[in-house]
């Protein structure tokens, strides 16, 4: 439920995030219940355009139909008669919930332009560490899409490399995180050499590095909910088979 209210609370105070929490704790779930929270609640019923890789594209299909089977929702892939079909017939009368779809679909020179003709509520994207380079098909093509929110999924968002953490929060927060330049030079300005090639430079690198991961906890707290498994299990008690009801969302 913590994970559910996160959520929530970005909707609220429309703000983007990044779920970040390590594979097993359900982070697919979680945007579900997110979803049939803003149905139900929010009357907000869309549209919500979730994007994940192929090979969990079935997966997720089959996660909403046994969460939530009353979503309507549109499975944009196979051939391209079958894709035009959809869109002619469901997606451009917005006769759906949600549209579940794959990066190669996203991309497509014929998919995309009419795919970004909509203005969707919520982007969802799943394995949101693939957006880690400014530069890349990907992040260039999602730039031509709007939406009112913005969530990604991801088991690692803190990259090694500032420039591909800047790529993430200019998705997320573009007005704020708008110059990879300046935010390159924000992390790097208290480790520039002075010079001397002095020999404790290297011996400095693994503090650098921790300076600079605690300041970009210090920035992205409020847009990153980072769960470990072995943190999340260690605070559950073992439940007896009638402690299990109904839960009422938030």
Known sequence: MNGLRWLVSLYNNHLNGILADEMGLGKTVQVIALICYLMETKNDRGPFLVVVPSSVLPGWESEINFWAPSILKIVYSGPPEERRRLFKEKIVHQ????LLT???????KHD????????????IIDEGHRIKNASCK????????????RLLLTGTPLQNNLEELWALLNFLLPNIFNSSEDFSQWFNKPFESNGDNSPDEALLSEEENLLVI???HQVLRPFVLRRLKHKVFDGITMLSNQDFRRLEFL
């Open 95 to 98: 006769k759906f919930n949600v």
């Open 102 to 108: 794959t990066y190669e679909y996203l991309m497509n």
């Open 112 to 123: 995309r332009p009419k795919l970004s003709k909509l203005q969707w509520h919520y982007i």
């Open 138 to 149: 990907l992040n260039a093509e999602l730039k031509h899409y709007r939406s009112n929110h």
């Open 214 to 216: 605690n300041r970009l």
